[in-house]
C-alpha cells in the first residue's frame, strides 16, 4: 500500500500521520489495553517496514505532539525525524528539520487565494523548512467541493512558484489564468479561494465527520462479548 501511495509522487517524504494516536485513547480505555505498549508496537513495526522498503527516517514525517519532541530523550517509540507543526515551532526545535502548515488550515472559510499566496511566499523563504502543507480535514468529494480545496491549493502553488513578488491585482490576473489552464471552469475564478459553504454549514460537516471517525475507530478496536443467560423458568 505505502509503495502504491508513492508511486504517483516525486516528492522523497512520507507523512505517517499521528494525531490518531490522541483520539484512540478513549476506545483503549474502553477496551483495557494499554495504551503505551500497544502504540510502541505499532511503531516498531512501522520502523521495520520503512527499513524494508528503503525509507529513511530523515524522510518520515509525523505530527507534532505533546508527549513527543525530536530532542528530546524518550523511551517511546516513534518512527520518523520531521516533525509536522500545525500553528507554531517551538523555540528549541527550530534547528531540527519540520514541515508546517500554519496559517494554511483550509478549514478557515474567509481565506481568499491571495491570503494563501501570500503565506505561502513567506514560508517559501525560510531556510529551515523542508516543506509547507496546506492542512485539509478529508478527502471526501462533498466537502472537497464546499470549501474550494481546488482553488485554494492553486493560489498555494503560484505562492511557492512565483520568485517575483505580485501585487493583488497582478495576483487575481495570474490566478484567473491558471484556474482556466488547469481547466477549473464554472465558479473557481470568481470565488477567489473562498469556501462555497457557509461557516455553519462546514463547522457541521466537520463535526459529523470526525464523529464518523472516532466511532470508526472505536469499532475497530473493541469487540462485542455475549454470554448465554438462563430463562427465569429454568432458575426456577
Not at 205 to 220: K, Y
Request: charged content about 25%.
Amino acid at each position: 500500500v505505502i509503495e502504491e501511495l508513492q508511486a504517483p509522487f516525486n516528492s522523497p517524504f512520507l507523512h505517517l500521520g499521528y494525531d490518531e494516536r490522541e483520539e484512540s485513547m478513549p476506545c483503549l480505555r474502553e477496551a483495557r489495553i494499554d495504551a503505551d505498549m500497544h502504540f510502541d508496537s505499532i511503531e516498531r513495526k512501522l520502523m521495520a517496514l520503512m527499513t524494508v522498503l528503503g525509507i529513511s527516517s530523515r524522510h518520515i514525517v509525523r505530527w507534532e505532539s505533546s508527549e513527543y519532541t525530536p530532542s528530546s530523550l524518550m523511551s517511546r517509540q516513534r518512527s520518523g525525524l520531521v516533525t509536522h507543526y500545525h500553528r507554531s515551532i517551538p523555540k528549541n526545535e527550530t534547528e531540527m528539520p519540520f514541515f508546517i502548515s500554519t496559517d494554511l488550515q483550509f478549514a478557515q472559510q474567509d481565506d481568499d487565494a491571495y491570503k494563501i499566496y501570500q503565506v505561502t511566499r513567506r514560508y517559501s523563504s525560510h531556510q529551515k523548512v523542508l516543506g509547507i502543507l496546506a492542512g485539509t480535514v478529508e478527502l471526501g468529494p462533498q466537502a472537497w467541493n464546499g470549501r474550494n480545496v481546488e482553488g485554494k491549493l492553486v493560489a498555494m502553488a503560484i505562492g511557492a512558484a512565483t520568485i517575483e513578488e505580485l501585487n493583488e491585482e497582478e495576483f487575481r490576473s495570474l490566478y484567473r489564468k491558471t484556474c482556466e489552464a488547469l481547466g477549473l471552469e464554472g465558479d473557481y475564478s470568481d470565488l477567489y479561494g473562498k469556501a462555497r459553504w457557509s461557516e455553519p454549514q462546514w463547522q457541521e460537516q466537520l463535526a459529523n465527520e470526525r464523529g464518523q471517525r472516532v466511532n470508526s475507530t472505536c469499532q475497530r478496536m473493541t469487540g462485542i462479548f455475549q454470554t448465554r443467560v438462563p430463562k427465569p423458568s429454568i432458575l426456577g
